[in-house]
């Protein structure tokens, strides 16, 4: 199990729900009151396509004073669940900064990201699924509706996440080994 091992880090701004469906996931339950997270860490294997994989999951902080953190758990991610809350607009606008950053700190492109739009069970949108379906096609990552609350979609996105990195790491795998083949003339 300890190469099988991914870590998932849950970005977003403040509120979002990041902390709620990291806690959703890892221990089955709604957290109704919640302090702002700086960072938590939480362990939990998840059979994905017949396979066995343990998941280090880092819910991390929204709030703007805790941005510094941000470059090193970013750095040591093999996998990114970026979080906004569909009733909130800014909170959408926030994840290009969010992925600007990531991208510039992994040094690629082709970093397995799933975008997850929260509160899905919530009236009161500011963000449609179609606006975050763009945004997904526009990145080229997955992208998934989901409520922490009503427990909506919270294991298909642990689910997903684990297939994106799978493939992201069968891609670098292959690249690897052709260059690792390259015989000088």
């Known amino acids: 199990m300890a190469d099988n091992t991914m870590r998932v880090v849950v ?4 509120a979002v729900g990041k902390s709620c469906i990291t806690v959703r996931f890892a221990l089955g339950k709604f957290a109704k009151k919640h302090d702002p997270t700086i960072e938590d860490f939480y362990r939990k294997a998840i059979e994905v396509d017949n396979e066995m994989t343990m998941l280090d999951i880092l819910d991390t902080a929204g709030q703007e004073e805790f941005s510094a953190l941000r470059d090193s758990y970013m750095y040591g991610g093999d996998g990114f669940i970026m979080v906004y809350a569909v009733n909130s607009i800014n909170s959408f606008e926030e994840i290009e900064k969010l992925r600007a950053q990531l991208l510039r700190i992994k040094g690629k492109e082709n970093v397995p990201m799933l975008l997850v739009g929260n509160k899905c069970d919530l009236e ?3 963000v449609t699924t179609e606006q975050g379906q763009q945004l997904a096609d526009q990145y080229g990552c ?4 989901a409520s922490a609350r009503e427990n909506i979609n919270i294991q298909q996105i642990f689910t997903k996440i684990v297939q994106q990195i799978r493939t992201v790491q069968k891609e670098e795998g292959t690249q690897k080994k052709k260059v690792k083949g390259c015989k000088s003339v």
């Open 124 to 126: 009161d949108r500011e």
């Open 142 to 145: 997955s992208f998934i509706e």
């Open 11 to 14: 970005v977003g701004t403040g």
